[in-house]
């Protein structure tokens, strides 16, 4: 059994080999194990796993602070706390977590 990231002719992840059995957890989870740029340009792990370090820092650099702005009236609310403001930051958070799980589970 090998431990390598390669996968084999059946695209099941050896990683996920136990025992001379293979789980085969579809090809979602393929995606997410083999990142687009190895799987599609051929670049080695250790590159692939930079390029996509870096897009993703430089994507929250400028995410962050725009969300922060959009999200004043509850993250640094004026005046004293208000309960219904709780109320709605924590409901927009939960709508968008069930959001981005149902989306996912889709892909």
Not at 40 to 50: D, H, K, N, R, V
Request: contains cysteine; hydrophobic residues 50%.
């Amino acid at each position: 059994m090998t431990l390598r990231g390669e996968l084999d002719e059946h695209h099941v992840n050896p990683l996920f080999v136990f025992e001379g059995k293979s789980r085969n957890f579809g090809d979602s989870a393929l995606l997410a194990q083999t990142p687009i740029l190895m799987r599609y340009e051929g670049l080695p792990f250790w590159f692939a796993l930079f390029i996509g370090n870096v897009v993703s820092v430089l994507l929250l650099s400028r995410l962050v602070p725009w969300f922060g702005k959009l999200l004043r009236w509850w993250l640094i609310p004026d005046g004293r706390r208000d309960w219904r403001r709780d109320v709605a930051g924590a409901g927009l958070m939960l709508g968008i977590y069930t959001a981005c799980l149902l989306v996912f589970s889709q892909v």
